[in-house]
């Protein structure tokens, strides 16, 4: 098979992770017989710089029409400063945007060889840990309208958090679709003992549960969901929850694995064209001295092969190929520990692209 690929490496470490997962896609292209071409465009600071904006519709236009995306990491220091309407990360909310990708998926699942570096206790972690937080990803506060003014002479600002029925409707079926390839249940976490929007977000969560009756729906606020995912992860299964909710669960949920260097994310919506990106970010401490870990990057374009390309040996032979570096004792810098050999990250691209057969 034949699939165009856009490249955005970004900022801080992004080339360095990327050309790692381009390394490894190269060998799945050569070991299964597809050819992968790639177009490498800019965006986020590096766009900046170029061209004064953070996303260019030339650019917006190649991610529509390519095959799906593999974004590494925008944003750093030396952007924070600029007008906050063409920050770095406005590339990123603009690409989700224009391509509708409204669900966001990112995995939580503790590898048995990294499990002894979760945060948390050993009894916590060996009842497992292995879940998938389901992320809306266009509305919310995110996209709300935002205003920052003088009232009684002081500064007073404002930013929306604004759900339309059809908004929750679509992300409910991927998160019940999403458990009934795990194991049934969804969690859906809200704020409705607050927040309007989470009142119809829990009405309309309902509803389209009626059409999945083999899965059961528990719905639990937000900030006890925090405490539960550190007190007892094992009891998710799929978590489904609104733009920043899940950003910031997100985050929790990668944590308790041990590192968010490992964790990747698919962001989706109704085509089969997605955009594929580890959740951490640009790392601009580290970027440019060949240390990040490029796992998360790898195990994106892994998702890619699965939920765009229609691979699912192709996909499952890099995770495989992730599972064996790892358990031959090869670490990168976040997850060092006594007795393993420390890698690079263009190193550890290098193993884990020869573990693939
Ligand atoms: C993420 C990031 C982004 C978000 C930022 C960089 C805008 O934190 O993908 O989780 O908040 O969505
Ligand atoms: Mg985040």
Request: proline letters at 4%.
């Amino acid at each position: 098979m034949e699939k165009h690929i856009t490249l955005i490496k970004g900022d801080g470490i992004g080339p360095e992770i990327v050309n790692e997962a381009v390394k490894v896609l190269d060998r799945v292209a050569d070991c299964f017989h597809h050819t992968f071409l790639y177009q490498e465009v800019l965006a986020g600071g590096c766009a900046i710089d170029a061209y004064g904006t953070s996303l260019t519709q030339e650019t917006l236009d190649a991610c529509i029409h390519s095959d799906s995306v593999l974004l590494g990491a925008v944003g750093g220091p030396k952007w924070d400063q600029v007008d906050p309407s063409i920050r770095p990360e406005k590339a990123l909310l603009g690409i989700r945007k224009g391509m509708e990708l409204y669900a966001n998926l990112r995995p939580a699942k503790i590898l048995p060889q990294l499990a002894h570096t979760s945060p948390l206790r050993k009894d916590i972690v060996d009842q497992g840990i292995d879940f998938m937080v389901v992320r809306e990803l266009i509305g919310g506060v995110y996209f709300g309208e935002r205003n920052t003014y003088q009232e009684d002479e002081e500064w007073v600002a404002c930013d929306q958090m604004i759900y339309r029925e059809h908004e929750i409707r679509r992300i409910a079926h991927i998160a019940f679709q999403t458990a009934c390839k795990r194991n049934s249940h969804v969690i859906s976490v809200d704020k409705a003992n607050v927040l309007d929007s989470s009142r119809l977000w829990r009405k309309i969560v309902h509803e389209v549960a009626k059409e999945y009756p083999d899965v059961t729906l528990e719905d639990m606020l937000v900030d006890n969901s925090a405490m539960q995912i550190v007190k007892n992860p094992a009891q998710f299964d799929v978590i489904v929850t609104e733009n920043m909710f899940g950003d910031i669960l997100s985050d929790e949920a990668s944590m308790i694995t041990g590192s968010i260097g490992l964790i990747p994310s698919a962001s989706l919506g109704e085509s089969s064209v997605g955009m594929y990106e580890p959740i951490h970010g640009s790392a601009p401490d580290i970027a440019g001295q060949n240390i990040a870990n490029p796992i998360g990057t790898i195990l994106a374009a892994a998702m890619m092969l699965k939920y765009s390309f229609d691979m699912p040996n192709e996909s499952d032979a890099i995770e495989q190929a992730v599972n064996e570096v790892l358990s031959q004792g090869y670490r990168t810098a976040d997850i060092q520990e006594k007795g393993c050999e420390r890698l690079s990250c263009s190193q550890m691209g290098d193993q884990i692209a020869a573990q693939i057969k």
